[in-house]
């Protein structure tokens, strides 16, 4: 089974400030025939299911503002804002989905404003 | 437009069963994977399995397997989530998501909220 790790489990960072989550797979979840990252972000607020970001590890979903950016490859990856906004307080997740139809969650990251 | 509305919070004892729904509308049902995903209160995201509901093909996380069962009504356009006998450790919030094509959890229901308490 594929393992995701994020880092760090919280961190609070002043508005227009920039956060950076990080989240590392426990094998390569870059399929070679296509060059492409099986891992997706996702942000979930209180109190609501999850909102997809990002996949293909860097593809942002229509409607996602750009100051949310994803990055990386093979194992490590990055979840970027750019610049903090209060709407973005909210826990952020990353999956693989390498082995689909099975997904992997990673633990994680609270996101506040300090 | 997709959406997955999910049946009502649910207050259970020990020992109980139950089934909860997720109903989908606005894509073709038969042709997309659902999965099933468990948030304990103030935890993460845990994936627990998944089904096709065309052929009821289903696949379960090591973690799930054998405590819980999912399946599909393709005539309803629904999928479940069955335990037979509910223990105060399955007190969550449960989600079901639909796969896109490409691999990933793009839609998502409003959540079930189990309560398991004596």
């Known amino acids: 089974d594929i393992v995701m790790t994020q880092s760090p489990d919280s961190l609070a960072v002043s508005l227009g400030e920039r956060a950076t989550i990080n989240c590392k797979s426990s094998?390569?979840?870059?399929?070679?025939?296509?060059?492409?990252?099986?891992l997706a972000w996702y942000q979930q607020k209180r109190g609501q299911p999850p909102k997809l970001l990002i996949y293909?590890?860097?593809t942002r979903e229509s409607g996602v503002p750009d100051r949310f950016s994803g990055s990386g490859s093979g194992t490590d990856f990055t979840l970027t804002i750019s610049s903090l906004r209060a709407e973005d307080v909210a826990v952020y997740y990353c999956?693989?989905?390498?082995?689909?139809?099975?997904?992997?969650f990673g633990q994680g990251t609270k996101v506040e404003i300090k | 437009e997709v959406q997955l509305v999910q049946s009502g919070a649910e207050v259970k004892k020990p020992g109980e069963s139950l089934k909860i729904s997720c109903k989908a509308s606005g894509y073709s049902f038969i042709s997309y994977w659902i999965g099933w995903v468990r948030q304990m209160p103030g935890k993460g995201l845990e994936w627990m399995g998944i089904?096709?509901?065309?052929?009821?093909?289903?696949r379960y996380s090591p973690s799930f397997e054998g405590q819980l069962t999912i399946s599909a009504d393709k005539t309803i356009s629904t999928a479940y989530l069955q335990w037979n006998s509910l223990k105060a450790s399955d007190t969550a919030m449960y989600y079901c998501a639909r796969q896109d094509g490409r691999g990933w959890p793009d839609f998502w229901g409003q959540g079930t909220l189990v309560t398991v308490s004596s």
């Open positions: 094998q390569s979840v870059l399929y070679t025939s296509n060059n492409k990252n099986y």
């Open positions: 089904i096709y509901p065309d052929d009821s093909d289903t």
């Open positions: 999956l693989q989905y390498y082995n689909t139809p099975l997904w992997t």
């Open positions: 293909w590890a860097s």
